[in-house]
């Protein structure tokens, strides 16, 4: 379309997708996020503003993402999101625009999310138990979640509705049939995706893990599973139940890597480009766009930062160095 090469790692994967930070702010205090505390969060000026994010994706696009995933802290908690994706939404190229949220203010914002060109939204959904989900959550909010969930159903074009749950041993193992039965009752996609070493407190154990097989291995005890071909890209497995009624899927980064086919950058709140959730260097691209540079400059900039993508994660290898930053600091 502009005659750009695309942007392809020194392993010849080429980036096709992008999550962006919009804020490292969050409304729920995960246990396997964040501390009961919050954390020191960036300073105002720090974000970049819907324009500089604007640019970056548009100079990406150019180079051939396709995919662009809203996501933080908790996206709805940036003021006027909308308006950041009424902009997105018409960045040539960029063909599949979704959101990732706690799911807690998409009551209230789903309908002007759709209205600005919001096309597809994942929410992180870990029980739906009242008690066990304020457990994780250390809020007692899961109806409104669960009234954010029944807004998006009502806006057809918000589709497919996917459910993100965190797996950890010890708490996940009770709450997985009721979730499985979500998938069956509601046109929702509920995905397992595996505990990662990406948590503030520094807890991660690999004990911890419960694995997508073991997960499986509960759900397939009431009702059969059959796998479902996936993309070459695709993170997860998916099944849909024997009997026609539904779809689940599995991430799982721990024990079934999908590296080799990572297309995956990602841009922080505060404008660093990442180039796998467990980096140890970033991209200071908020420095760059503040500092007069021309477009050319930030697009040799972002192939530069490519061209160091990692070639796997090291979480199961000895000596793993945990990641600069932790997952809400990140950008999920
Ligand atoms: N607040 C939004 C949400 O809840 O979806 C977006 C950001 S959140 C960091 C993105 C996803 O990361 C959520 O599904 C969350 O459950 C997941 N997550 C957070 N910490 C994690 C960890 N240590 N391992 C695996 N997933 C994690």
Redesign the pocket.
Known sequence: MTGLAPLTDSWGREIRSLRVSVTDR?N?R?R??MPAEGLPWLPKPELLTFEEIHRLVRLMAEMGVREVRL?????LVRRDLPELVALLAKVPGVDDLSL???GVLLDRLAGPLVRAGLRRV???L?SLSHTRFAEITRRDALGRVLAGLAEAERHPELRPIKI?S?AIRGFSETEVPALAELARRKPYVVRF???????ADER?DADQVLSGAEIRAIVEERWPLVEIAAGPSSTSRRFRFADGAGEIGFISPVTEPFCSSCDRIRLTADGRLRTCLFSRSEWNLQQSLRSGATDGELREMIRDAVLHKELKHRVNDPGFVRASRS??QI??
């Open positions: 969050c729920f995960c396997y996020c996501t933080g802290g908790e996206p990732t949220t706690n994942n929410v992180s870990d993100n965190v995706l595996e505990f990662m070493p990406l948590d991660w997952m809400s950008g999920g």
